[in-house]
């Protein structure tokens, strides 16, 4: 058996007129964190559906776990859990019911895989005769995690789990996962926030339903070639204006409190690295701070910026 | 457990949890059977009547006095002929006549017995039937009291009007007997169609569709799940509705219990069946709603004969009826309660009915996917 | 000074839960002021009552300089809103859209014509301008929907989770706008539970069961907490609480 869990070989799917995955391939190995990283509408949910045999793709094929995801969806679907992006478990029973029923669904019974969610059931055993719906956020996000890890499969599919959960359950969702890695499980997880891409072992940038980059967290912004500064002052607005105006090709962007400045030089990912201009050799963080002085700003800073998922992400989207 | 057990639980719960279906589920039956039972067959006053009497004597003038004077009636027409009657109905001004003899008092003296005729509109059975056993009361009234005054005194009997009561139209319409399986037939239609429909669109609405069909449970157990306590509450609902029309409302019950239940569940199966091939096309619960209420609930109050006659109703309006079970299922409650026949009479609407199931399940299996769209 | 927005122990109880406790806080004129909190927090009580669609239990709030428990259909009509759940129409054009919100807010039919152009050219939607909203990418829609949202030149807009889910290029166009609207003295209320929104506002108020935790700017927040992020910021303060 390869070292490959899930294969995605030129996949594309399209809603009438609208093609929501285009020419889509990936490989995502045994135990590995994989990210599709997009956002809303960037056909990471149609690759999920396709991935666990709930669409069939236009064209192209997909594998999972070593099976067919056209031919063997029933054999496909005892092997995989799925969590949809939408908290798809049923409000009007309890936390104990929900779980009871998808072991049961499933042929298995809670004892029997216990071992797998213990880490996660404990937080939910003092609600368990609560109803799902009347869960915080954090909750029922850990329940719908047991809930799709209750007959121990071996390909877990995260569509967005971090929506609408707050930061404090959304770190510990991502620690589980990496824990659930430990333990052979391979995982597929999508999301729009940038910042969770770090998390993954590998990420695929997602934009209308084409990858634009596929590597490690690290690969990616390792890629980034362009000069990138992070300046901030007292008046947002008028910084990002003149950002702008500083040298031809330069973008700027607001980037939390700073302003990243990206200037023109090599580009990111050709080949042949072009020459990087004469005019953005000389820029410096002093030339910046000046320049923006010069145009009045107050409590000026300027910093040699490194990107960020999001500046690749930008930068792969002017491409 | 068993996984289809397993998803039968889980619906027990949903239903029992949500006490909007259980009102749907047990408010609505009883309800619905009271208020058509109360509502469409209670107050009548000054009530236009007819009047033919030939005979002009004291009896039939006492009567005609008793009648006016409960004031429930008002003559409204002094007919002169038999031939009188249907423009005096057609005109829609006179809710029942009252027919006499040429030789009511003489008879009703010498003889012990007289007959009359009571004649109800039967466009309007509900009002009809009351307002003859109103005058039916009265007439058994007006009996004792003539057998004890002065004229009646040489009888040694109580002497007997023998009143015999007909509906113009068609004769066997009777509004008690009428609505009692007409809101079975709709109640059942509601609980089985309807309520499968919503609950597998909810199912697709909330996400969860998705986890089911991504787990080994295979199609038909989902859709069996589903239906199979809808198939076990409808059961108990159309007890229910039984009951009430007899305990209440004297809905007699002449046939067998066991073709009765056995009709009910093939009913139900329909119902079901096409509630499922409605959820396999509507993605929400509004749609869902939507689609039975407007393709089920309304031919169903409308078309089979619940409200309005068939009869009545144009040819075309009568044909658009028979596609739909309920035409069928009335006429087999109504044979197996009233007229107490059993399947050697009904065997032609439970065919029918048989049919329309096979057609039905078959289509929503096959249109039941495996997939999203 | 004269606020944008200020509120005085401002509370709401529902029955015997208190869903915003005693909330004091002030706004400045063409402020960006980021309102988080987690899901429950009571950030959307807060600005139900802070848009004049919940009467406080007791405290006060001035919008605009007016009284929300006292003339709440004066705040109404200062105050522009957009959600990312809804503010538009998709079943009508975005002229249509546009048509409607001048409408709804009593622009004069001129006034609605000439501001139509305007926003259509800026936003350079003219090629789309007789479109269904529905065939509109999301981002489009959100700058559209904010743009819609200061069509009757309200002083003080709310914003409810503007920019969550969208891609990284048209988040920053869409805070471009908001700090242009701020530019021009237009006081901004961002609500949301996504933190990374939070670094792009001048100053953030955390809530945390119907209370405001913190309240600061958020390169002071991020200090205080030693924290790296607002996310850090977060979860330290829930490990507090």
Redesign the interface.
Known sequence: MSILSIKANSLSKAYGTVQAVKNVSFDVRKGEIFGLIGPDGAGKTTLF?IL?????PDAGQASVDGLDVVQD??LL??R?G?M??????????TVQ?NL???A????TTIEKNYALIRDIYVQLEPFKHR?AGALSGGMKQKLALC?ALIHKPRVLFLDEPGTGVDPVSRKEFWEMLRRLRDSDITILVSTPYMDEAELCDRVALLQKGEIMAIDTPEGITASYQRPLFAARSDDMYRLITDLRTLEPGADCYAFGEYAHLALAGTASRSATPTRPTTLSRRTSTETIQQYLESKGHQNVEVLNATATIEDCFIELMHD | ???FF??V??EF??IY??PRTMLILFGMPVVQVLLFGFVLTNEVKDANIAILDPSKDVASIRLTNKLVSSGYFRVAANLQSPEQLEPAFRKGSIKLALIFPSDFGHTLDHEGTAKIQLIGDASDPNTATTLINYANAIILNFQQEYAQSSLGVQQAQTPLILAETRMRYNPEEKAVFNFVPGVMTLILMLVSAMMTSITLAREKE???M????????KPLQIVLGKTAPYLALSFLNAALVVLIGMMVFGMPMRGSFLLLGFECFLYMFVALSLGILISTRAQTQMAALFVSALSLMMPTIVLSGFLFPRESMPVFLQAVGTAFPATWFIPIIKGVMIKGVGLSYLWKETLVLVGMAVVFIGVSVRNFK???E | MDYAIQTDHLTKTFGNFTAVNAISFEVAPGEIFGFLGANGAGKTTALKMLTGLLKPSSGQAWVAGIDVTRKPEHVKRRIGYMSQKFSLYEDLTVRENIRLYGGIYGLKRTDIKSKTTTLLEKLQLEPYADQLVVGLPLGWRQKLAFSVALLHEPRIVFLDEPTSGVDPLTRRQFWDLIYEAAHTGVTLMVTTHYMDEAEYCNRVSIMVDGKIEALDTPRNMKKAFAATDMDEVFRKLARQA
């Open positions: 559906r666990t045999s709930l669409l069939l969806f029933k679907r005892q995989i799925y949809p992006g939408r908290f798809s478990l049923y409000q009007d029973l019911e009871q029923f998808f049961n669904v499933f042929g109803r809930c | 457990m068993n996984r397993a998803f639980l889980k719960r949903h949890r949500d909330l996400g969860t998705e986890i089911l069909l991504v787990s080994p449970l495996s997939r999203l």
